[in-house]
Nanobody, 124 residues
Framework: QVQLDESGGGLVQAGGSLRLSCAASGRTVSSSAMGWFRQAPGKEREFVASVSWSGGNTFYGDSVKGRFSISRDNAKNTVYLQMNGLKPEDTAVYYC?????????????????WGRGTLVTVSS
């Protein structure tokens, strides 16, 4: 069983940056692909980014390409999401997720473990 704990959310002005962290516990996730998803009020959950087990392959949702960057530190059992150029439409609860597989995926159904989320609010 894997427990995921997100942190780093908060209130930021448009154009600003935030770095989210996702610390895994229970067992190592060094052989698991990881991902970030988000859900805004009244909207469906949206894929943000995913990284393979080694960090060598990454995928991004179209709305965040060029602005967000996903990375991981397997020694720390932690995944990060660097968010730059934030926009009000990035406001959402951001969730970290872990797969049982090693390859990066964009479908939420591919991820077996989920954190409780961290709120990001971008003011205009």
């Amino acid at each position: 069983q894997v427990q995921l704990d997100e942190s780093g959310g908060g209130l930021v002005q448009a154009g600003g940056s935030l770095r989210l962290s996702c610390a895994a516990s229970g067992r190592t996730v060094s052989s698991s692909a990881m991902g970030w998803f988000r859900q805004a009020p009244g909207k469906e959950r949206e894929f943000v980014a995913s990284v393979s087990w080694s960090g060598g392959n990454t995928f991004y949702g179209d709305s965040v390409k060029g602005r967000f960057s996903i990375s991981r530190d397997n020694a720390k059992n932690t995944v990060y999401l660097q968010m730059n150029g934030l926009k009000p439409e990035d406001t959402a609860v951001y969730y970290c997720a872990a797969r049982e597989g090693i390859t990066a995926q964009w479908k939420a159904s591919e991820f077996a473990y989920w954190g409780r989320g961290t709120l990001v609010t971008v003011s205009s």
